[in-house]
Every structure is written in C-alpha cells, then in structure tokens.
C-alpha cells in the first residue's frame, strides 16, 4: 500500500512538473508573446540610461503589432516602450505586467478593449505572474483566491495534446506567429500575413440607440490604474485602439469615450475613434495593422502625445450630435441640431 501511494505521489508530481515545463516554457500561446515583451524590455534597458521618462504603452496584441517604438524615437524623438502583451490576458493582466515597468517620470498610455472591465483569464494569469511574481495580487488588480492561485499551476490538457499532436504527426506545423512574424528589438511584432487584406466589404452597424458599454465596474477598473500610476510618480492616458470596422462603430466609441471623458480621464484625440475601414492597413485580424500601416499608426500617435491632444467633452458631444445623436446616445428626433 505504501509502494502504491509512494507510486501515485510521484507519477502526479511528474505530472505537475512537465505541465508547468508546458506552460512557461513551450505553451506556443503565451511564450511568443513573452519573447515579444522581452524584447521591449532590452529595449526599454538602454532607454532607462537616460533619467528621462518614457511613453509606456499597454494593451494586447494591437498595440504589440500596430506600435513601433524605433519609429517613433527616431523620427519623432519620443521614448516609447511597447510593453503590451496580448488581448487574450484581460485587461486587468495586461495593466498589472505594464505597471511593473513603470517608472517615475513616465507616462502610461494604455489601450482600451470593448468592456474596459479589469478582467482575467488563465493566460493572463500566468503571463502576470510570468513578469510579476505573486506581485499580482498585490495592488487589487488579481484577487488573492484559490481558482487564482490554481491557474498557476492548473494543465492546460488540451493545448497540451494539440502540441504534442503536431509534433508527432505533423512536425512541420509549428504556432502561426513562428512563421509569420517578425519581432523586432523594440518590440515591435511585425505581422506578414495579409488575410484582412482579402475583405471586400464592410458591413455597417445597426442600432437604434447607443448603449454605452462603460460599466461601474469599468470605471472602478479604470480609477484603480490611475491611481496605482500616480503611486508609481507617473501619468495616465487612454487610448482606443483602431480596428478594420465600418465608419458607423465611430458613434459606438466615441459614445463610450464620452462616459470616460466625463469621469475624469484623458484620452487621446485620435479621429479615427476605432474605425479605420481600409482592409489594406490590416494583416492576419481586424486589429493586427500591417507593416506599413503599423509605421503610419505610430507616427499618427506619436503626433497627438507630442501635441497633448486629448478629447474634450464638448467635441464628443458635438460630434455625436451633427450624425443625429442626443449626449445620452438616443436619437435626434428632430431634424433640428443635425448636420450633414
């Protein structure tokens, strides 16, 4: 009996040791991003040579493959480090692993994903813990729970399968961005595919009224990220990323924009307010920008933090009033106000 406990004790902890080999070490998923932010980090090394502060971006994939630090310091003269990881973490992981490269003197700019809520997933989890240590659950950003804690250690069975799978049967398959990618020393995840590119038209949204998506819970999110950059001795901006959408999801964004500008955050002045409908600009997704497009993303950004432009109540008021809309998203009912 004891030969057999003896047995089962070591066959789980086996078990336990190369499923968290796969998770920090092989998980296609999260380590290629890892090696991305590793390489913003070597970058960010040689910027914190100087004592100046930098521009320090967060958010997921989209700002890993639309933002180009060397770009924008060598053409625009501005510090920016790329310290984005992956949409797929949450949002409240992606702002816990930026926070842990902020400095004093630095800006935080971070990207707002539809929801804004603090949220976490598996990845995201351990990709926080990855760069943070039990640092996570320090700041209110990851709660201290059991189902938390598991995640650390929890096997991912069928990522697991599926990679041993195509190494056994098909070992020239290998993870999508490997083959596809580009990762730059800034940082930068150059995208080479084209998929986007293919798209022939873009479907317009449909809606009778403009339900903004900024929850309570959004702002408590918000609020706490502030709070823990003023901690830090830094500044805090927003920013919405630009996706392959119909003109018409402008009304959407700049609807939620306004509940965030009237809470007290800035954001940056940036007219495309999520929608930039060319599929040429994009490259495996609708938020992936292609190379060239990615460079003309970066200096546009870069333009609006060297002219601190920031949108005003009054602009987003204005704005959704001349395409027929009231400042609490109902309809203009009267032709009176509106503007072609």
């Known amino acids: 009996m004891r030969r057999l406990l003896l047995i089962i004790i070591s066959a789980l902890a086996c078990a336990l040791s190369f499923s968290l080999y796969y998770i920090y070490k092989v998980d296609p998923g999260l380590v290629y991003f890892w090696r991305c932010a590793d390489a913003a980090e070597e970058w960010a090394d040689v910027l914190r040579k100087s004592p100046d502060g930098c521009y320090l971006f967060g958010g997921g994939s989209e700002i890993r493959a639309g933002i180009d630090p060397e770009v924008m310091l060598k053409e625009q003269g501005l510090r920016c480090i790329n310290m984005a990881v992956a949409a797929g973490n949450g949002n409240g992981a992606n702002a816990r692993i930026a926070l842990e490269h902020l400095r004093s003197g630095d800006t935080m700019v971070f990207s707002l994903m539809p929801g804004y809520v603090g949220t976490w997933t598996s990845g995201g989890v351990v990709s926080a813990f990855r760069f943070c240590g039990f640092g996570i659950f320090d700041e209110g950003f990851a709660p201290l729970t059991a189902d938390n804690l598991m995640q650390l250690i929890r096997p991912e069975m069928a990522s697991m399968c599926a990679h041993a799978g195509k190494k056994l049967f098909r070992p020239g398959?290998?993870?999508?961005?490997?083959?596809?990618?580009?990762i730059h020393p800034s940082g930068w995840m150059e995208v080479l595919w084209d998929e986007m590119q293919q798209v022939k038209e873009l479907r317009p949204f449909c809606y009778e009224s403009l339900s903004s998506r900024v929850t309570p819970e959004s702002l408590s999110f918000l609020?706490?990220?502030?709070e823990e950059c003023g901690r830090r001795g830094a500044d805090f901006i927003l920013m919405f990323p630009v996706g392959l959408n119909h003109d018409s999801m402008r009304c959407i964004v700049a609807r939620d924009l306004l509940d965030i500008v009237r809470a007290g955050y800035r954001v940056l002045k940036d007219d495309r307010l999520g929608a930039w409908p060319y599929p040429e600009k994009f490259a495996d997704t609708s938020l992936h920008l292609s190379p060239a497009a990615a460079r003309e993303n970066s200096l546009l950004l870069?333009?609006?933090?060297?002219?601190?432009?920031?949108w005003t109540e009054a602009e987003l008021v204005e704005y959704l009033r001349v395409r027929g809309w009231n400042a609490d998203g109902t309809p203009i009912s009267s032709a009176e106000g509106k503007k072609e």
């Open 173 to 182: 398959l290998i993870f999508k961005y490997d083959k596809n990618t580009i």
């Open 223 to 226: 609020k706490l990220l502030k």
């Open 302 to 310: 870069g333009q609006l933090l060297k002219e601190h432009l920031y």
